[in-house]
């Protein structure tokens, strides 16, 4: 056999050895991964659910802040009920609806029975509808009244 052709051969088998050798470490590469993927794709469903497990359960039970049992007050989504407000909350809600138009804190104080003209009892209120307006219940105008979600 031709020395020339024998040594061009031997060159080109060990270009096919290195290069076979190059795409198996990267073939191992995408492999691992995938499997990586695989496995944040499995963490991500897992906590994605628990969050909205989560979610569910903190729209009805108390939390603690400072000691105190406060109730969260979830946002507003299309498969969040009101029923899961606290009943205050429920109250104010319905007080806005039944209102003509736009209210003030003062007004839905005025319409609950609240002492409006002592401070410390309208600042709750206001705060409250602040909340909900935060969460999507109601919508609050620029001039600082409140109306409901259409």
Same mark, same amino acid.
Request: proline share 0%.
């Given at each position: 056999m031709d020395p020339e052709? %024998?040594?061009r051969i031997t060159a080109r088998r060990a270009?096919?050895?290195?290069?076979e050798e190059q795409l198996a470490k990267h073939l191992a590469e995408v492999r691992a991964e995938r499997d990586e993927l695989a496995v944040a794709e499995r963490v991500f469903e897992r906590v994605s659910e628990q969050i909205a497990d989560e979610r569910v359960s903190a729209s009805s039970v108390p939390a603690q802040v400072g000691g105190r049992?406060?109730?969260?007050i979830p946002h507003?989504?299309?498969d969040v009920e009101e029923h899961v407000l606290p009943p205050?909350?429920?109250r104010i809600l319905a007080t806005v609806r039944q209102a003509a138009g736009p209210v003030?804190?003062?007004q839905v104080g005025e319409m609950l029975g609240v002492d409006v003209n002592i401070r410390s009892k309208l600042e709750p209120l206001r705060g409250k509808l602040?909340? %909900?307006a935060d969460r999507g219940w109601l919508r609050k105008l620029p001039d600082g009244r409140?109306?409901?979600r259409l």
């Open positions: 052709l %024998l040594e270009e096919l050895d290195e290069l049992a406060v109730m969260l507003r989504t299309s205050d909350y429920q003030m804190a003062r602040v909340r %909900l409140f109306t409901t």
